[in-house]
């Protein structure tokens, strides 16, 4: 059976940290393609990717958020991470973590299994 739960959101103010928390059930870490990523939603938008991980460890972010996030996975923990720096309000948003058996993925219509989502709030 395979899940993936969110944790780790909350309300802070611009300028501030957090550590979001993707628990993953299967063998995700033990397959030879692995797609794993962060997506954040905001009612009314489309689905955007903020951080990608690939099998060997190698990441990508968009422009907007490079710098500050960061995604990492820890296997022997069955978890992948994302930790924001210097939160801004305009990434006030739902935060999901999505996975796929492929070796390469772009869009969020690559991923097949996603959390539930765990919200972001920045104030000003």
């Known amino acids: 059976q395979v899940q993936l739960v969110e944790s780790g959101g909350g309300s802070v103010q611009a300028g501030g940290s957090l550590t979001l928390s993707c628990a993953v059930s299967?063998?995700?870490?033990?397959?030879?393609?692995?797609?794993m990523a962060w997506f954040r939603q905001v009612p009314g938008k489309e689905r955007e990717r903020v951080a990608a991980?690939?099998?060997?460890?190698?990441?990508a972010y968009p422009i907007s958020v490079q710098g500050r996030f960061t995604i990492s996975k820890d296997a022997a923990k069955d978890t992948l991470y994302l930790v924001i720096h210097s939160l801004k309000p305009e990434d006030t948003a739902m935060y999901y973590c999505?996975?796929?058996?492929?070796?390469?993925?772009?869009?969020?219509?690559?991923?097949?299994?996603w959390g539930q989502g765990t919200r972001v709030s920045v104030s000003e």
């Open positions: 991980i690939d099998i060997d460890g190698r990441t």
């Open positions: 299967g063998y995700w870490f033990n397959n030879k393609k692995l797609c």
């Open positions: 999505a996975a796929a058996y492929k070796f390469v993925c772009a869009t969020a219509s690559d991923y097949e299994y």
